[in-house]
Nanobody, 128 residues
Framework: QLQASGGGLVQAGGSLRLSCAAS????????IGWFRQAPGKEREGVLC????????YYADSVKGRFTISSDNAKNTVYLQMNSLKPEDTAVYYC???????????????????????WGQGTQVTVSS
């Protein structure tokens, strides 16, 4: 399973780091997706990365502000979010998928693509 954490309330311009810890499987073997869903909006992929780290997709809205990193020893990936904006307010989810057949962007742009594991979501609220 995946456990997402690290959300909270932050002022615009601030930073947060979300964590996604895996148990029962090795996260490094999986492609990782970070998604978010704001109230009244559809879920959107913000950042996805292939299992080897060679391919990364960033939504235009987060380019230059969000990055992903990992700690294999902790079986955890992180979403570093900088220069946060009120429009980043959403519940953030991490997901993991073992098999990737297309460009990683496909697994991010289409938020309905199945993933093998989903975290429970963590709330990020950015105040203006």
């Amino acid at each position: 399973q995946l456990q997402a954490s690290g959300g909270g309330l932050v002022q615009a311009g601030g930073s947060l780091r979300l964590s996604c810890a895996a148990s029962g499987f090795t996260l490094d073997d999986y492609a990782i997706g970070w998604f978010r869903q704001a109230p009244g909006k559809e879920r959107e992929g913000v950042l996805c990365i292939s299992s080897d780290g060679g391919n990364t997709y960033y939504a235009d809205s987060v380019k230059g502000r969000f990055t992903i990193s990992s700690d294999n020893a902790k079986n955890t990936v992180y979403l570093q979010m900088n220069s946060l904006k009120p429009e980043d307010t959403a519940v953030y989810y991490c997901a993991a998928r073992i098999s990737v057949y297309y460009s990683i962007s496909y697994y991010c742009i289409d938020s309905q693509v199945p993933y093998d594991y989903w975290g429970q979501g963590t709330q990020v609220t950015v105040s203006s």
